[in-house]
């Protein structure tokens, strides 16, 4: 097995070295890095990012999302999260996180932290969630990765994930919510996050010497590339979303607004905008303006600002109306 030493904090770079080295690096050897990121939402692969995430918190915060290639829910990362991955050649494409989830297990285990595998994808220690698990299978390689609430931030993932759930209407999968604890807790030793990471790496090795793959100029060139045409974009992070209905009522002074949105890789395709309000203009003109662009805070944003808002509804702000589209 070789270790991958990657110091890089940033999500969008990160994803792309995973899914670089499953698909480049040569096929017979395995390799194991450890990794953290800077506060960002990593969503799964089949998910609908306005439904799983908090946007506006993530505006209002500058946390990245970025989506994976692994399936399953969405995770908030930090500083305090590390994160592991497992690429090595594998038979078969049947799912199966037990595995990789056991190295996990018994690595912590000699440093004497009792952990369950709970559930089909998760790691436990005392019933608390602390690392959920993920997988992808490409020809004849497994890429198993996951994370470890050592020490995070707990009350901004709840923040950051916290999406009321009658809002959206989809086909996507859906983030299972469980009690998150952070392992630091359950720590007698290795209690800063960057020795845990040193502990954990040899406990891996099993007190073998830790073989380490230094990637190349050649590798970290092609990295940087993917990063930039995929991990980077809007299409990949959001336009991937499953198709989806969203519906959202506020009451104003004026009355009350219920909006429904249409939303197909990540652009409004129908908008209908209902209520008890009164207004000067013809309402599906805005229903118009809106359909065709994309399902994002920016660019929502950005239309809003050359419209006034006012001759439709009345005494509403742009940032009240914004609210009602996420």
Known sequence: ??????????????????????????????????????PSVIIGRFQNAFEEVNIEYLERNGVNLVRRITGGGA????????????????DGESIDFSEYAQRIAKALEKMGVQTEISGRNDITVDGKKFSGNSQYHYRGKVLHHGTILFNSNLHNVQQALNVGADKYESKSVKSVRSRI???????????????????????LFNGEPVR?????????????EMMAEKYLTWEW???????????????FNFGSVEVRLQVEQGTIQGCKIYGDFFSNEDI???EKMLVGNKHDFKSVESLL?????????GQIENKEFLELLF
């Open 181 to 203: 604890t952070n392992l630091v807790d359950y720590m007698e030793e290795s209690k800063d996050i960057n020795r845990f990471k040193e502990v954990l790496v040899r406990s």
């Open 305 to 313: 600002d050359k419209i006034d808002i006012q001759c439709y509804f």
């Open 75 to 90: 995770v908030y990362h930090d500083m305090g999260n590390l994160n592991f991955t497992f690429i090595e050649k594998k």
């Open 237 to 251: 992070n959001y336009g991937s979303s499953p198709a989806y209905n969203m519906k959202k009522r506020n009451r």
């Open 212 to 224: 380490e793959y230094i990637p190349t100029w050649g590798d970290l060139t092609k990295i940087k």
């Open 284 to 286: 599906s003109e805005l």
């Open 1 to 38: 097995m070789l270790y991958i030493r990657n110091d890089s904090n940033d999500p969008h770079y990160n994803l792309a070295f995973e899914e670089y080295i499953l698909k480049n690096l040569n096929t017979e050897e395995k390799y194991i890095m450890l990794w953290q990121n800077k």
